[in-house]
């Protein structure tokens, strides 16, 4: 059974820093590529950060310089860190997974707000 668990969202103040984590279980984790979505109230799901399996990274451009993403084949766990967070970062951020199949996380809430 395949399974991506996140955790590390919460509500911050802008300016602040979070850490999200995406724990994955049931697949060869080092062959996939790992990316962190996000959907804010009332709009479309985003692409925030993508890592493939041999480390190349994309980022949407409003979070460049901003988000990492990263991954530790060890932990078998891909994470985004997530600095001068802005109340237009508030979402609800999923995990994601590809390789020729896909599969998500149920997703955690990052509320930013002073």
């Known amino acids: 059974q395949v399974q991506l668990v996140e955790s590390g969202g919460g509500l911050v103040q802008p300016g602040g820093s979070l850490r999200l984590s995406c724990a994955a279980s049931?697949?060869?984790?080092?062959?996939?590529?790992m990316a962190w979505y996000r959907q804010a109230p009332g709009k479309q799901r985003e692409l925030v950060a993508s890592?493939?399996?041999?480390?190349?990274?994309k980022y949407l451009e409003s979070v460049k310089g901003r988000f990492t993403i990263s991954r530790d084949g060890a932990k078998n766990t891909a994470y985004l860190q997530m600095n001068s967070l802005k109340p237009e970062d508030t979402a609800v951020y999923y995990c994601?997974?590809?390789?020729?199949?896909?599969?998500w996380g149920k997703g955690t809430l990052v509320t930013v707000s002073s």
């Open positions: 994601n997974g590809v390789h020729g199949r896909e599969y």
């Open positions: 890592i493939t399996s041999v480390g190349s990274t």
């Open positions: 049931g697949i060869i984790f080092s062959i996939y590529t």
